[in-house]
């Protein structure tokens, strides 16, 4: 990920000492800033694209979840056991969750858990947020990857096994993926806005 700035964390101090330094840090405004294995790292906004996808898949999502879940863009979650603190594109949870203190949820309270990449950020979303994400025990994590290799695609990953997914499906853009339950739906890519 190219970043704005690197922080790099001694473990030593533990991972309360490091939540601690991440949420007093003064902020560029229009950055985001998370904690990627004990890194604090701060990058700028996503592009106008970036934010139409996510927009969509937000649409669609709360169409179908229930009442007492919501759909969230800024909420970051932590996984302790990595030393991460991951703000997703869009993160599915139980509104209850949300009602504690602080900037955190833990991310084993997610539903699911969708990424969205940008140059900057591909490879981490596709290789470290995706074991960062299966270790933690979220359920489904949708990589909307606009900068595959062989191109745009969207591969929606389940059934977490220690640091490892299953691959449930994959499709380029302009095809359709459906999300199994409790979601029940089928998410056309061709919507989505390539490159």
Same mark, same amino acid.
């Given at each position: 990920? *190219? ?13 309360? &000492? ?5 949420? *007093? ?21 996503? *592009? ?9 898949? +937000? ?29 997703? &594109?869009? +993160? ?19 539903? +699911? ?8 950020? /591909? ?24 900068? /595959? ?6 591969? +929606? ?11 449930? *499906? /994959? ?25």
């Amino acid at each position: 990920m *190219s970043a704005l700035a690197a922080e790099s964390h001694d473990a030593g101090n533990g991972w309360e &000492d490091l939540v601690r330094r991440w949420e *007093s840090m003064d902020r560029p405004e229009g950055c985001k800033v998370e904690i990627i294995e004990g890194i604090i790292t701060v990058a700028p906004t996503p *592009s106008a694209r970036h934010n139409s996808i996510a927009y969509r898949v +937000l649409r669609r999502l709360a169409a179908v979840i229930p009442e007492d879940w919501g759909v969230y863009q800024t909420q970051s979650v932590s996984i302790p056991s990595r030393m991460s603190a991951f703000i997703p &594109d869009l +993160l599915v949870a139980p509104l209850a969750e949300l009602d504690g203190p602080g900037h955190l949820i833990p991310a084993t309270a997610a539903e +699911l858990v969708v990424e969205v990449t940008s140059p900057s950020n /591909a490879s981490t979303d596709r290789i470290t947020k995706a074991a960062v994400y299966a270790e933690a025990g979220v359920p489904l994590y949708l990589l909307i990857d606009r900068h /595959a290799p062989g191109g745009p695609t969207v591969t +929606l990953y389940g059934q977490p096994t220690g640091d490892v997914y299953r691959v449930l *499906s /994959a499709a380029p853009f302009g095809e359709k993926i459906h999300l199994p339950p409790p979601f029940d739906l089928t998410l056309d890519t061709a919507e989505f806005p390539s490159a």
